[in-house]
């Protein structure tokens, strides 16, 4: 495609639901990441790939977040017993090269959790 | 651990005027500088970047930044604004061993008025 692809593009969840949160890259794109963007604030890193190796996961809040992308294209973020403090937009960026490269974003998904 | 600041949460100029938009990033050997541009449900666009070589970048839609190590700052300038460049912007840097992960600032909104 010609862009980062995100979807769904909005979610609802119930406290306590799982989500997951799917996010296609360009294609041919070695890096992948997510980041998390609360209300009113800039974008934070969760997790970063390089082709299908998690290389990075410092920026996860907790063990209720997971993310995985199995064959180095598309990536998943799940997140288990989605609390309130969950509700954020959630941004996916790919990159071509693995190093000082710039990045390309989705349109992010909005999770509302009630 | 790496951070930026954006002073100004919120500006407001005349179309026409010129802009200038604050950044300062926390100190770092080799920073790779950028500015993206969020307008309202959509994703980070990138409007500039800086890797090395000339201080002074220029990007899209008329904008440029000038990276000035004495000062850790990459202020993003714009000498007449347009209506149309109301939106949010965000600052970030990356650094060299970090696999390109993006460090953000909180944002400032810019508001143009007629």
């Known amino acids: 495609g010609a862009g980062v692809s995100q979807s769904p593009r909005y979610k609802v969840a119930k406290r306590g639901q799982d989500v997951a949160l799917r996010c296609d890259p360009i294609?041919?794109?070695?890096?992948l990441f997510w980041y998390q963007q609360a209300l009113g604030q800039g974008p934070e890193f969760l997790t970063y790939f390089q082709n299908e190796a998690q290389l990075d996961k410092s920026g996860l809040p907790s063990d209720r977040f997971f993310a995985e992308r199995p064959e180095g294209s598309v990536s998943t973020l799940k997140i288990q017993r989605t609390q309130q403090e969950d509700s954020a937009v959630y941004l996916c960026?790919?990159?071509?090269?693995?190093?000082?490269?710039?990045?390309?974003f989705g349109p992010g998904t909005r999770l509302t959790v009630l | 651990a790496q951070s930026v600041t954006q002073p100004d949460i919120h500006i407001t100029v005349s179309e026409g005027a010129s802009l200038e938009l604050r950044c300062n990033y926390s100190y770092g050997a080799t920073p790779y500088l950028f500015w993206y541009v969020q307008s309202p449900g959509q994703g980070l666009q990138l409007l500039l970047k800086?890797?090395?070589?000339?201080?002074l970048v220029q990007g899209i839609k008329g904008f440029e930044a000038e990276f000035k190590r004495s000062q850790s700052s990459f202020n993003l300038r714009k000498p007449s604004v347009h209506w149309s460049d109301a939106a949010e912007y965000f600052c970030?840097?990356?650094?060299?061993?970090?696999?390109?992960?993006?460090?953000f600032g909180t944002g400032t909104r810019l508001q143009v008025t007629l």
């Open positions: 960026a790919s990159s071509l090269r693995a190093f000082a490269n710039e990045q390309f």
């Open positions: 800086y890797f090395s070589g000339d201080t």
């Open positions: 294609s041919g794109h070695v890096s």
């Open positions: 970030a840097v990356g650094y060299t061993g970090t696999a390109s992960k993006l460090t």
